[in-house]
């Protein structure tokens, strides 16, 4: 109904110029995380002092999955954006000991502020490098909202594992993760966190700068 | 007598039903991360020629078993673990 109810008063224009873009994303980047294995599914929880999101992922081939994105948004305006996502590696390099890998998410949906409903689409980059025993990763993130929200942030996270785990051990990782998120109340927030992982589930926990738990969860089926 | 042949019997069916398993051991590039390589480990458990597969991170090795009288041939493994998301850089097997 909301839809029907914006294109009436005059949203055409705005459905219009969000189709443009996230074809003009999706043609200049061309692909986006998470990609695990071909038939792969990947549910993944995050709570953060961003938000909460969720997402649920299928991966087609190699090189691409699609997926459904939902996240409410915390600590400055209180929205939420919902919508379908088309994932991609880009690029990957399998060294003899590590990997590095370029991911590009792209969504588009709808961004709710209270009884405002108006049109959304983000795009996504991550580039990570990791061995078994140092990890880093940046992500770049755009989102437009209309009148909700128009933002970029940026993450970066180095992280060192204590053990280098094999295939059937729990895996530990000490991470540090820093947010710069300008639409935010607090800008610069410093996450330091632990991650385990086994096998197919991974979790992690950690405690920001401005105060709020962190609570990450993600399992492949 | 009875027994030796009976003894016999239960050692050729043994050797019999090992004797057709390959065992295929795969090195592999960018096996660093267990949680991602667990999709090398669920891909190949789908497959029906397989009996068992392990994951090495230290070796960077995937070592697959074959059902006896099975055959998994080279073309298909690269192309599981590169569908996985990985590099197969050498694929040798034991008889």
Redesign the interface.
């Known amino acids: 109904m909301g839809v029907y109810y914006y294109i009436h008063m005059g949203y055409k224009a705005l459905y219009l110029k969000l189709a443009v873009l996230a074809l003009l994303l999706s043609a200049s980047i061309a692909e986006a995380k998470p990609?695990?294995?071909?038939?792969?599914i990947m549910v993944m929880q995050e709570n953060d002092e961003t938000g909460h999101t969720i997402s649920v992922d299928y991966t087609i081939?190699?090189n691409y999955a699609v997926g459904w994105y939902d996240k409410w948004e915390e600590n400055g305006k209180l929205y939420s954006e919902h919508g379908p996502e088309f994932n991609s590696?880009i690029k990957?390099?399998?060294?003899?000991?590590?990997?590095a890998n370029i991911f590009n998410s792209t969504g588009a949906g709808v961004a709710l502020d209270g009884s405002k409903t108006r049109g959304a689409a983000w795009t996504d980059f991550m580039a990570d490098y990791?061995?078994?025993r140092i990890f880093t990763s940046y992500e770049i993130r755009a989102l437009y909202a209309d009148s909700i929200e128009s933002s970029v942030s940026q993450r970066a996270r180095i992280g060192i594992a204590p053990y280098?785990?094999?295939?059937?051990?729990i895996?530990t990782w000490f991470m540090l993760q820093v947010d710069d998120h300008p639409s935010k109340n607090d800008v610069f927030v410093v996450t330091p966190l632990v991650r385990f992982?086994?096998?197919?589930a991974?979790l992690e926990a950690g405690y920001s700068s401005n105060n709020r738990l962190m609570l990450n969860c993600?399992l492949?089926f | 007598m009875k027994k030796i042949i009976m003894i016999s019997a239960v050692i050729m069916t043994m050797i019999s039903g090992t004797a057709f398993a390959d065992t295929i051991k795969v090195s592999v590039n960018g096996l660093v991360c267990a949680f991602c390589a667990s999709g090398i480990e669920k891909t190949f458990k789908k497959i029906s020629a397989v009996s068992n597969i392990d994951v090495d991170l230290e070796k960077k090795l995937v070592t697959i078993i074959t059902k006896p009288s099975e055959k998994l041939d080279d073309k298909t493994v690269t192309k599981l673990i590169t569908d996985a998301g990985y590099q197969v850089t050498n694929i040798a097997r034991i008889k």
Do not use: C, M
């Open positions: 990609i695990s294995y071909v038939d792969g081939t190699p590696l990957r390099w399998n060294l003899p000991d590590g990997q990791e061995t078994r280098e785990a094999n295939y059937n051990d895996a992982f086994y096998k197919t991974l993600e492949q």
